[in-house]
């Protein structure tokens, strides 16, 4: 009983990493993981996963004593290595990039298509 408010701990921990490193506001990890479906790679959403699925057990006296710590701060490991890992500030500096190229594509496609315009009705 020694580790349960350590995996508590672990998985409030989690929440705080979700919320700072994407931006996902949640009361638990069980609401958290839909959102956080499409930004977590495979491995690291399976452990998520696992610790949401044991969260409603922790609270509990009895079914505490039937899940696998072990697993449990494994899966915590494998989950707060990879959102310690996540840089925001690059985040959102891709994401600014990413925008700004696809103008820059869409403006170029225009600016392509305006001049086949141009010289098909004899402009240029």
């Not at 998985?11 to 700072?20: E, F, G, P, Q």
């Not at 990039?97 to 496609?109: D, K, P, W």
């Not at 298509?113 to 240029?124: D, E, H, P, S």
């Amino acid at each position: 009983m020694a580790d349960d408010p350590d995996l508590q701990a672990e998985i409030a921990h989690s929440l705080v990493l979700l919320r700072d490193k994407l931006g996902i506001r949640a009361t638990g990890l069980r609401t958290a993981m839909p959102k956080a479906r499409r930004q977590l790679p495979r491995k690291v959403r399976k452990s998520a996963q696992i610790l949401a699925d044991a969260e409603p057990l922790l609270e509990h006296p009895k079914l505490r004593q039937t899940l696998d710590r072990a697993s449990l701060t494994a899966a915590a490991g494998v989950l707060s290595a990879h959102l310690n890992d996540i840089d925001a500030a690059d985040r959102r500096k891709g994401w600014w990039l990413g925008m700004l190229g696809g103008l820059a594509f869409n403006m170029l496609a225009f600016a392509a298509l305006l001049i086949a315009v141009l010289v098909w009705r004899g402009y240029l």
